[in-house]
């Protein structure tokens, strides 16, 4: 006996297909709507677990940079108290000065030279004199520049004819005026000196810094 099926069986199997299809895509958006949800939250646990990090950092970096700037404060501090303790120790060491000066001057003067004034600016001091011979000139100069430990770097300013004397006998010599350097006795103990002026100093006591005077040497 032969079964003829007059049912729609092709429709009855596109809706299920159609309609495996649909859960076949819901479950899909399910599984993709939970990967997106897992990731988000994953990073946006990662983002708070790095802010608080970031906090963390900036709040050391803060405290960082006060002390820093307390460092540079101190810092500041301490240069500007060296700075007085070196200028205080200068006004000590410069009240001798003129004494190593004199000394020095003395002890520097060939003879045939004579010394009618100094003047002292700061660390320069400039000298005017006679001399016999522009020889002699140029032997003060070696003194001052390689003799004497408190004196230093002479430069010649000026050399000319003169005379001196009365008018009836007079005689012929050779002015001049120069500038040398006179050291710091801090600049002088960092070279080694031998430490003559010191005791200069302690004969001669204490003078003006400036003034006229003649000194030959004997």
């Not at 009855?12 to 990731?39: H, T």
């Not at 004819?161 to 040398?180: C, Y």
Request: hydrophobic fraction near 40%; charge should be positive.
């Amino acid at each position: 006996m032969v079964r003829i099926n007059l049912l729609p069986h092709r429709e009855e199997k596109r809706k299920q297909r159609k309609a495996a299809f649909m859960a076949l895509m819901v479950l899909s958006a399910l599984i993709g709507i939970g990967i997106v949800l897992l990731v988000g939250g994953y990073n946006a646990r990662a983002i708070a677990v790095q802010e608080q990090r970031n906090t963390v950092l900036q709040t050391a970096i803060a405290a960082l940079d006060g002390k820093i700037a307390r460092i540079a404060t101190l810092k500041q501090e301490i240069e500007a108290l060296k700075a007085r303790q070196q200028a205080v120790e200068d006004l000590q060491g410069d009240r001798n000065q003129p004494v190593y000066l004199l000394d020095e001057l003395v002890r520097r003067t060939p003879e045939g030279v004579y010394l009618k004034g100094f003047r002292q600016d700061g660390q320069r001091v400039a000298v005017d004199g006679y001399a016999q011979s522009q020889e002699r000139v140029s032997e003060l100069l070696r003194n001052l520049s390689s003799a004497s430990p408190w004196l230093e770097r002479p430069d010649l300013i000026e050399v000319k004819a003169g005379v001196i004397g009365q008018a009836k006998n007079p005689r012929k010599v050779v002015e001049f005026s120069l500038i040398v350097g006179i050291k710091r006795p801090r600049d002088k103990d960092g070279e080694g000196g031998d430490g003559g002026g010191k005791d200069a100093g302690k004969r001669g006591g204490n003078t003006d810094n400036g003034g006229n005077g003649a000194a030959k040497a004997s």
